[in-house]
């Protein structure tokens, strides 16, 4: 099997619609902000949950900041849907794992065998197991669609399709934390050093 190409600061991004399982198309690149494209597991996942929590609490501060939120999952839509009410960003499935592959997103037992990953998995467990106990959320699959042991990946996307900068995680719980996400969008708003001397 040909091992994906992972993208790097400077490659170029085509243009494409993707369709969230539920709201308007997402536009990647975006003509007017910044794209936080975001690669996730499967739907349902209580490490995934535990970051997204972040993201939304922070939501309008990334919006502020010019930034739209798109994130894939490697679900059926029809699995993923239940879950986009709760969050005020673009859900798109790839259960085909077509855009993880475009994108270089790979999946690896380290994702999970990580001792980094030991803490972030304990603690969404146990908020997960709390949140299902409530009746709050559903009960993780016990086999997701694609597999337990994709690795996450993020990437911020200008609007010509620039890859302003990208993350591949080392493990399940390794992505931007909010505030690296908005330091990486004011930074790459700033001008260049060879705009400032123009």
């Known amino acids: 099997m040909r091992r994906s190409v ?13 369709t969230p399982v539920s709201g308007p198309p ?8 910044l794209v936080h494209l975001q690669f996730r597991r499967f739907a349902g996942c209580p490490v995934c949950n535990l970051h997204l929590r972040s993201v939304v609490r922070r939501h309008a501060e990334i919006e ?6 798109v994130v894939v999952f490697h679900s059926h839509p029809e699995e993923l849907a ?3 009410a709760d969050l005020p960003f673009a859900l ?6 077509r855009l993880y592959a475009e994108f270089g997103v790979e999946s690896a037992p380290r994702s999970l065998l990580s001792p980094r990953a030991w803490w972030p998995v304990a603690r969404a467990v146990a908020r997960s197991a709390r949140a299902t106990a409530l009746g709050r959320e559903r ?8 597999g337990a042991l994709g690795l996450p990946a993020d990437f911020l996307i200008a ?10 995680g080392e493990h399940v719980y390794d992505q931007w934390p909010v505030d690296e996400l908005l330091t990486l969008a004011a930074r790459s708003r700033r001008p260049s050093p060879t705009q400032e001397g123009a």
């Open 139 to 146: 009960r993780p699959p016990v086999r997701p669609h694609g």
């Open 64 to 69: 502020a900041a010019g930034v739209r939120e």
């Open 159 to 168: 609007p010509g399709g620039r890859v302003v900068a990208a993350k591949y």
């Open 6 to 18: 992972k993208l790097e600061p400077g490659s170029s991004v085509p243009a494409r619609t993707l």
């Open 82 to 84: 239940p879950y986009a």
């Open 26 to 33: 997402a536009v990647v690149p975006d003509p007017e902000r």
């Open 92 to 97: 798109v499935a790839d259960p085909d794992k």
